[in-house]
């Protein structure tokens, strides 16, 4: 089975800070990485698909780079609307699963 | 506007079953696969189960592989989620999400709660 790594597990930045989170796969999964953001109390929402595509109505500071194994999400400006926990999850076609990374805890210095 | 509501959650035995459903809205429903996926109390986002649109395939977690089963009712724009032989680490709020690679959009999710 595949393992995503994902680092931090928590982060404490300044608004207007660029913020970045990693996560490395156990084995090529080409582009097969998916952001999500998830607020306190609530459920999580799809920011970036497939690596780099940014989902319809999703601010143009969240963006998403990699392939392989090696995968990066970034805040280019950190908002204080930005505090969540931030997951990567990826995709495997066989057999047919998905994995989360254990999340990274994004908060305000 | 595209929803997903979730029900059936609730306090049961270990041991015991209960069904989750998920109503769909706002996109064709027999046109997607969906998905479940589970969060424990304080702990990160767990994949549990797909479905493809027609329900002709499904995928489970080897966690609940034999245990939960995964169904649709496209007349009824309706996913479930059939648990049994529940564990206490079966707790975690369940969440129906729209999709089988990325989920998008996800429900706001139903407790259940498995203990004695």
């Known amino acids: 089975d595949i393992q995503m790594t994902q680092s931090p597990s928590s982060l404490s930045a300044s608004v207007g800070d660029r913020v970045t989170i990693t996560c490395q796969a156990s084995q090529d999964i080409s582009n097969y990485i998916n952001w999500y953001q998830q607020k306190p109390g609530k459920a999580p929402e799809l920011l970036i698909y497939d690596a780099s595509n940014l989902e319809f109505g999703v601010p143009a500071r969240f963006s998403g780079s990699g392939s392989g194994t090696v995968f990066t999400f970034t805040i280019s400006s950190l908002r204080p609307e930005d505090v969540a926990t931030y997951y990567c999850?990826?995709?495997?076609?066989?057999?047919?699963?998905?994995?989360f990374g254990g999340g990274t805890k994004v908060e305000i210095k | 506007e595209v929803q997903l509501l979730e029900s059936g959650g609730g306090l049961v035995q270990p041991g015991g079953s209960l069904r989750l459903s998920c109503v769909a809205s706002g996109f064709t429903f027999g046109s997607y696969a969906m998905s479940w996926v589970r969060q424990a109390p304080g702990k990160g986002l767990e994949w549990v189960s797909s479905?493809?649109?027609?329900?002709?395939?499904?995928y489970y977690a080897d966690s609940v592989k034999g245990r939960f089963t995964i169904s649709r009712d496209n007349s009824k724009k309706t996913l479930y989620l059939q648990m049994s032989s529940l564990r206490a680490e079966d707790t975690a709020v369940y969440y129906c999400a729209k999709g089988r690679r990325f989920f998008a959009p996800w429900g706001q999710g139903t407790l259940v709660t498995v203990s004695s």
């Open positions: 479905i493809s649109d027609r329900g002709g395939s499904r």
């Open positions: 999850q990826q995709y495997d076609n066989v057999p047919p699963k998905a994995t």
